[in-house]
């Protein structure tokens, strides 16, 4: 079983800044990719950033420049630094991971966390 976790939003003043953490827990063989997604009020869910296993990293056009993302010592661990944050970066913030797992026979699927609450508001 896989489970995926993140954690640091809250509340932050417009231009503010916040480090959101996701991990990557379980029976892991290998880390494809892991990824940030987000979905504001009302709105469909948005790819954010993603870095894939040979360190690549893309972004979305609305954050580039403001967010960074990064791997931890173990590529289980990735985090999102989010600078001069907007009201309209309000969003329940996701992290996907896509995971090789199995033992004889390897196949690739993608976990979901259950998201963490960004509100950025004055």
């Known amino acids: 079983q896989v489970h995926v976790v993140e954690s640091g939003g809250g509340l932050v003043q417009p231009g503010g800044s916040l480090r959101l953490s996701c991990t990557a827990s379980?029976?892991?063989?290998?880390?494809?990719?892991m990824g940030w997604y987000r979905q504001p009020p009302g709105k469909q869910r948005e790819l954010v950033a993603v870095?894939?296993?040979?360190?690549?990293?893309d972004y979305a056009d609305s954050v580039k420049g403001r967010f960074t993302m990064s791997r931890g010592n173990a590529e289980n661990m990735v985090y999102l630094e989010m600078n001069s944050l907007k009201a309209e970066d309000t969003a329940v913030y996701y992290c996907?991971?896509?995971?090789?797992?199995?033992?004889?026979?390897?196949?690739?699927?993608?976990?979901w966390g259950q998201g963490t609450q960004v509100t950025v508001s004055s």
């Open positions: 996907k991971a896509i995971v090789v797992v199995g033992s004889h026979m390897l196949s690739e699927y993608q976990y």
């Open positions: 870095i894939t296993k040979d360190g690549t990293i």
């Open positions: 379980g029976s892991i063989f290998s880390i494809s990719s």
